[in-house]
């Protein structure tokens, strides 16, 4: 059977060219198959040039690249692109390309938005479904059907990367999934994109999120290499926290916010708040207080996201003013952010991964899963 290389560490890929070829294989040509696949993103085995051509063969019999292939892209408004991944046993997983804007204000167009060629997010996902029942993302509802390898994760990266190419590019594992219940293979996936002699990621601009498994939070502070942690918090109170996000019913609100408090910060890092706003059930100025007294003594920032709505979730979007009053309290205290929605016309937005296939511009039908 065929070896997946898109996955493997180079000492992983020097271990499995020894056995392939029954012999030791010099050194130079794993560091130049790995050059290949992570640096130079080739998109087939038989592309990588600098080696001989009985080796490519070879490859070509004993191993496969392992990218995940387009099933389907959905194009926004905005310019944000939500890929459908088919991976090498036919599930699919969903990744989100958004390109930064940068205001544009020359007299002759007024101030406006345009897109930055240089920059850009993709959202990637760790899980197929998620396990974590969150009562107002759409993605909760598909349930969990596994974890990705951490050849899937970084295919993801690869494939959105390579179609879309920007100099500086941010990852956020934000999309389907509890990264935290899929450590081990989100830390490799994590050493493989920071790797200098390889795709050369900053950790820096590598972000995972986390409804709050406890102690994965603890295990992910000790790893060596990691990405930025962001928690999903959505509520002011335990009760609160319970009804929205069941899995605090097990990873209580005090608890995770004990571990946050002693969670080992890197010089440069602050920790990430992320929460959802939900119209007349956490969006009041009591809870915006609350939220300032609990992350009390925590070097972090808050990132506040309006419901991103969709069918199924029984919640309302709060008005633009709910979210500014909101915002006015807590960044009295904290740094405090409203996340612009991008995507929400394909459904690419945060909490709406759901395979939705959308059957007109601006809508998408429920039925429609893939």
């Known amino acids: 059977m065929a070896q997946t290389i898109v996955g493997m560490e180079l000492v992983d890929l020097q271990k499995a060219l020894a056995e392939a070829f029954a012999s030791p294989m010099p050194a130079f040509r794993a560091r130049q198959l790995y050059d290949a696949v992570y640096r130079q993103r080739i998109q087939e085995l038989t592309a990588i040039s600098n080696l001989p051509k009985q080796l490519r063969a070879k ?76 009562k107002f993302c759409l993605t909760a509802l598909m349930g969990l059907e596994r974890s990705l390898t951490a050849g899937e994760i970084v295919g993801q990266v690869l494939v959105a990367a390579g179609m879309q190419e920007v100099n500086r590019l941010n990852i956020v594992m934000m999309g389907q999934g509890e990264p935290l219940l899929n450590l081990p293979n989100v830390l490799k996936a994590t050493r493989i994109l920071t790797d200098p002699t390889g795709m050369a990621i900053s950790p820096r601009r590598i972000t995972v999120s986390t409804a709050g498994i406890i102690p994965k939070i603890a295990e992910l502070g000790q790893a060596p290499e990691r990405p930025k942690l962001a928690i999903s918090l959505n509520a002011s109170t335990e009760e609160q926290r319970q009804a929205l ?56 920032k808050v990132n506040l996201i309006a419901l991103n709505p969709g069918p199924g979730i029984a919640f309302e979007t709060p008005t633009r003013e709910r979210v500014d009053s909101f915002q006015t309290i807590v960044r009295r205290s904290l740094p405090c952010f409203v996340r612009t929605p991008r995507g929400l016309d394909v459904y690419a937005a945060c909490g709406q991964l759901k395979r939705m296939e959308l059957v007109g511009i601006g809508s998408a039908s429920p039925s429609g899963i893939l």
């Open 59 to 134: 490859l070509g019999e004993d191993f496969t690249l392992g990218r995940p292939s387009v099933e389907q892209e959905f194009r926004s408004n905005d310019g944000t692109i939500r890929y459908l991944l088919k991976l090498g046993d036919g599930k699919t997983v969903e990744t989100v390309w958004m390109p930064s804007f940068l205001k544009n204000d020359a007299p002759d167009n007024g101030a406006s938005e345009v897109v930055d060629l240089d920059r850009a997010t993709v959202c990637i996902s760790s899980q197929v479904g998620c396990p974590v029942d969150c």
């Open 245 to 300: 996000m069941p899995i605090t019913r097990k990873y209580h609100l005090k608890n995770l916010i004990d571990a946050c408090r002693v969670y080992p910060l890197r010089p440069w890092e602050k920790l990430t708040f992320e929460y959802v706003l939900l119209k007349g059930v956490n969006d009041t100025d009591a809870d915006a207080r609350r939220v300032v007294r609990l992350l009390d003594r925590i070097d972090a």
